[in-house]
């Protein structure tokens, strides 16, 4: 089991940027595959990236380009740069990983 801890989330205008942290508890952390998910009012949660241990990135179309997940093996630590931010951004972001959920922390785009 994988304990995880989200940061970083706020209100940030549009165009603005924000990362997030997730701080994970978990052994061999390195080869851990991590995800970042949000989920909007009324919506499903949807996968927005991922890394693996390898640090092969994914990213979901809607946000290529403007995010970035990256992670510090050595802190057991996993971030989500969020750059060139929309209003259609705004959700509370998960981090995820082996079946473990993260609180969630909100991130709001908005003037």
């Known amino acids: 089991q994988v304990h995880l801890v989200e940061s970083g989330g706020g209100l940030v205008q549009p165009g603005g940027s924000l990362r997030l942290s997730c701080a994970a508890s978990?052994?061999?952390?390195?080869?851990?595959?991590m995800g970042w998910y949000r989920q909007a009012p009324g919506k499903q949660r949807e996968l927005v990236a991922s890394?693996?241990?390898?640090?092969?990135?994914n990213y979901a179309d809607a946000v290529k380009g403007r995010f970035t997940i990256s992670r510090d093996n050595a802190k057991n630590m996993v971030y989500l740069q969020m750059n060139s931010l929309k209003p259609e951004d705004t959700a509370v972001y998960y981090c995820?990983?082996?079946?473990?959920w993260g609180q969630g922390t909100q991130v709001t785009v908005s003037n």
């Open positions: 978990a052994s061999a952390f390195s080869i851990i595959f």
């Open positions: 995820h990983s082996g079946g473990s």
């Open positions: 890394i693996s241990g390898g640090s092969i990135t």
